[in-house]
T-cell receptor, first 115, second 111 residues
Framework: NAGVTQTPKFQVLKTGQSMTLQCAQDMNHNSMYWYRQDPGMGLRLIYYSASEGTTDKGEVPNGYNVSRLNKREFSLRLESAAPSQTSVYFC??????????????FGPGTRLTVT | RKEVEQDPGPFNVPEGATVAFNCTYSNSASQSFFWYRQDCRKEPKLLMSVYSSGNEDGRFTAQLNRASQYISLLIRDSKLSDSATYLCVVTRNTGGFKTIFGAGTRLFVKA
């Protein structure tokens, strides 16, 4: 089992460029999440998908879009990258929405720099 | 004020020491609580869930105090391999599902 995989691992974009971050999980989990992590701050939830076919905004959704392509895959798209989106992006999954004892499994992260 | 607050540290302790971290949360509707561990430039990994009755996993003990709205993590007999950042995580489902991470507490265990 690979768990949660993310591509790419690193990316440099110019302001205004677009890109899609890919995430896949092989644990048959229902829920998937996208977070960003900035220095000195906790991970912040961008979007999540409680189940296939549904997506909802998290704490910091502006400037991002998501697609739950199927049960395994959940992608994050930056339509017009801005320097403020320079961050480390983590994808995560859980069997169901995180509750008592329901852990999230994280991918290795994508380090994105926008110049 | 952040919804989940942690002392950023760093905590510098010798091997074998006992160290405790606290985390406070401000929303009384918070439902589930976790401690995650994050090594430098790596992804967070679950250390333990935190239950109202308190729970222990080897050298690690977690406690929840709902009345005072804080959770704690106690590490006994610290090992060099315990050096990491410890993240406090709180979830709730009021006004939509929310997972809130603390900024983390850095721990360095020295030989």
């Amino acid at each position: 089992n690979a768990g949660v995989t993310q591509t790419p691992k690193f990316q440099v974009l110019k302001t205004g460029q677009s890109m899609t971050l890919q995430c896949a999980q092989d644990m048959n989990h229902n829920s998937m999440y996208w977070y960003r992590q900035d220095p000195g701050m906790g991970l912040r939830l961008i979007y999540y998908s409680a189940s296939e076919g549904t997506t909802d905004k998290g704490e910091v959704p502006n400037g991002y879009n998501v697609s739950r392509l199927n049960k395994r895959e959940f992608s994050l798209r930056l339509e017009s990258a801005a320097p403020s989106q320079t961050s480390v992006y983590f994808c995560a999954s859980s069997e169901r929405e995180v509750g008592a004892g329901r852990r999230q499994y994280f991918g290795p992260g994508t380090r994105l720099t926008v110049t | 004020r952040k919804e989940v607050e942690q002392d950023p540290g760093p905590f510098n302790v010798p091997e074998g020491a006992t160290v405790a971290f606290n985390c406070t949360y401000s929303n009384s509707a918070s439902q589930s609580f976790f401690w995650y561990r994050q090594d430098c430039r790596k992804e967070p990994k679950l250390l333990m869930s935190v239950y109202s009755s308190g729970n222990e996993d080897g050298r690690f003990t977690a406690q929840l105090n709902r009345a005072s709205q804080y959770i704690s993590l106690l590490i006994r007999d610290s090992k060099l391999s315990d050096s990491a950042t410890y993240l406090c995580v709180v979830t709730r489902n009021t006004g939509g599902f929310k997972t809130i991470f603390g900024a983390g507490t850095r721990l360095f265990v020295k030989a």
